[in-house]
């Protein structure tokens, strides 16, 4: 007897030899120990068991089988393997992402915890909880009714509502009515931080029912959560981040995507490099359960489905308590540079209204979206400037440490007396980061006190509860943050938030950036005025009569996504046509430019024109690896499981090549 093991490396399954006194124990979904090269040992899960003897190889036996009931069910096997097929990926590299670190430890010392802690997890009873759910003001209800009316023909429904209109007690009434039928929910958010500020809401309406599930909990924490999951008696209601679609639901009914436009659904690194709410429409789909995607600011993507009629649209336009929109005012800071008015990076009008907010003891949030003090250092003298010796990136000074970090591979060092090309110690700081913002304040506003929110001050769970448990009691005046302060946070006493510097975003080379600046500056700026304080919300911007600012300060959506959508069609991008990234990586810059050329022209023998490249991506190196990217552009009617076929030949071909020994492929399917 053998068994297809799925380990978690970039391959799909290992074929080992089940030993006879195992026989009846290892079975599909169950977790065992076996052996791989020469000295080490891996925990992975059986695929299936067979007769078939491979040939040609030496056949390891399995060590040790650490269940005696399946701990991945036909539902996660079915999921991992969409993931893998569609996002052209191996089953390890998704069975890496979806199993928490303690179902998978490789050191003796971990197998014998894990197999403790196994042995003594015990579901225990969930007590039955009736949800007092705050009444539907009549534009909630009437969004809530033609949501279960859109359910009836549609298993996606879009929900657009502006910011501050009670998209979430929606949600809580939806999540209601399916634990009342029995069925489960999964309640999808972006970021950590946003699970810190909803989990008691939901916890004080659906008690023990509901589970939270994230990165930043403990391997422990992970576990248990997993443990509950595939027992007879799961949490009805798991709120989490994008790796919670990899839980072993039983009876999903709903699944909430909410902020659906953000990007940190996307996984950048390492494979799979799934979408979260992609993957989750999937996962809806096949337990026959509905999805609701919510945001102010929807996707391009779902936004055209939902107007081509593919899933439901629901919109709701009026904020919670009649509350107004946020007044946005536009500052040209080119012309207050000109007219030396700066201070920093602070206009005469911005410090003129945030003044006036800290004296009504009013609070305000800053927005500017890069951490550190500056981008970099220079050398007045000659112009040097420090570089990351891994990447193709300069170093980000941190002054409060004194040192040049990379943003990528996480080097370090201290800043330098003086200048290793010239030998002169003046140097200049370039740009500005949150540090630099906060450095700034201290100068301007004697006495305010401030907190900043990126990822320097808030790396644990424990610092992002902090930060926002802080500011929410009024215990800091002026919160400073990058993208972490946009995504759906909900402080009542916020009535000014400026924009520090709008441009560096509207500038990416980049087809989206567009798209992302008004979904970005639309969602900082609804953090204004969300009680019953009028929001006021200054943006600085050097482009202050481009029409995509015009856009933002009218709230005008669909003309800018009228606007973009017709360039995208011209030139072919999503949606309506599918991109795939094809990353090529080796030591050898020279190499690597001549097999990236090699892989485009067998890509063309197939795709013809629809492939683009191969070039240089903007940051050409990474952890001492040169980068090549070649771009496919595919019709959406195109089979996915015929372009991933032709793909993986390809691949299989060049990495055959002698001279490709240490190369390095990989894909980005819907690249954001």
């Known amino acids: 007897m053998f068994a297809d093991i799925i380990l978690p490396i970039p391959f799909d399954s290992f074929t080992y030899l089940v030993p006879s006194d195992m026989e009846t124990r290892v079975m599909r979904g169950c977790r065992v120990v076996v052996p791989l090269g020469k000295n080490k040992i891996y925990t992975g899960v059986v695929l299936n068991t067979h007769n078939n003897t491979p040939e040609g190889v030496e056949v390891k036996a399995i060590i040790e089988v650490l269940d005696d009931h399946p701990v991945v069910n036909e539902q996660q096997f079915a999921f991992w393997q969409w993931i893998a097929n569609y996002y052209i990926c191996p089953l390890g590299d998704v069975m890496k992402a979806a199993l928490p670190g303690a179902m998978k430890p490789k050191d003796e010392a971990a197998l014998k915890e894990s197999t403790r802690t196994r042995r003594s997890g015990k579901a225990t009873a969930t007590p039955h909880y009736a949800c007092p759910c705050n009444p539907l003001n009549p534009a909630q209800e009437k969004a809530f009714a033609e949501i279960e009316t859109s359910f009836l023909s549609k298993n996606v429904t879009l929900l657009h509502g502006v910011t501050s209109s009670g998209k979430t007690e929606i949600y809580i009434h939806l999540i209601n009515n399916y634990l009342a039928k029995g069925k489960q929910v999964l309640y999808l958010l972006p970021e950590i931080a946003l699970t810190t500020q909803i ?32 027992s007879e008696r799961p949490y009805q209601l798991i709120l989490g981040v994008r790796s919670s679609i990899f839980l072993p639901f039983q009876n999903l009914g709903l699944v909430i995507v909410d902020e659906e436009h953000e990007q940190s659904y996307k996984q950048q690194e390492p494979a799979p490099r799934y979408h979260a709410r992609n993957a989750a429409i999937m996962l809806a789909q096949m337990f026959g359960a509905k999805t609701l995607l919510g945001t102010a600011t929807p996707s391009f993507e779902v936004y055209h489905l939902s107007h081509k009629g593919q899933y439901g649209y629901v919109q709701l336009t009026q904020r919670y308590r009649d509350m107004q929109l946020p007044t946005i005012e536009i500052v040209d800071t080119k012309e207050a540079k000109r007219k030396r008015q700066m201070k920093g990076v602070f206009s005469p009008r911005l410090i003129e209204v945030m003044r006036a907010a800290l004296e009504r003891k009013e609070q305000i949030i800053l927005f500017q979206n890069r951490r550190g003090f500056s981008s970099f250092i220079e050398c007045k003298t ?31 060092t201290r800043i330098p007396e003086r200048c290793p090309a010239c030998e002169e110690d003046k140097f200049t700081d370039i740009g500005t980061g949150t540090e630099k913002v906060e450095e700034q304040i201290a100068h301007l506003f004697e006495g305010i006190t401030t907190l900043r929110m990126d990822l320097d001050t808030a790396t644990t769970r424990t610092q992002f509860e902090r930060i926002i448990s802080d500011f929410s009691e009024h215990k800091a005046d002026i919160l400073i943050g990058t993208q972490m302060v946009t995504k759906g946070l909900d402080f009542d006493h916020v009535s000014v938030v400026g924009i520090l510097d709008a441009d560096t975003m509207l500038n990416l080379p980049d087809f989206r950036s567009y798209e992302r600046t008004f979904q970005t500056l639309s969602q900082v700026a609804g953090r204004a005025g969300r009680n019953n304080t009028a929001g006021h919300v200054i943006l600085q911007t050097r482009s202050a009569e481009s029409d995509i600012i015009r856009q933002i300060t009218q709230g005008d959506y669909w003309q800018m996504f009228y606007t973009q959508m017709t360039e995208r069609q011209l030139f072919h991008y999503p949606p309506f046509r599918r991109l795939i990234y094809v990353y090529l990586r080796h030591k050898d810059d020279e190499l690597l430019e001549h097999l990236a050329s090699d892989m485009a022209e067998r890509l063309r023998q197939i795709f013809g024109e629809r492939v683009l490249g191969p070039d240089r991506p903007p940051i050409a190196r990474l952890h001492s690896l040169y980068i090549r990217k070649i771009m496919l552009k595919i019709e959406r009617q195109t089979s996915t499981e015929k372009v991933r076929k032709n793909l993986i030949a390809i691949q299989q071909q060049m990495l055959s090549l002698p001279v490709a020994k240490n190369l390095n492929i990989y894909y980005d399917v819907d690249p954001l």
């Open 199 to 230: 989990t008691e809401r939901l916890h004080h309406f659906f008690g023990d029912r509901m589970g939270v599930y994230h990165s930043k909990f403990t391997d422990t924490q992970r576990l248990d959560v997993y443990k509950r999951q595939a």
């Open 382 to 412: 000659c112009g040097w400037v420090p570089r990351c010796p891994h990447c193709d990136v300069t170093l980000t000074l941190h002054k409060k440490t004194s040192t040049l970090t990379c943003h990528y591979c996480g080097y370090t």
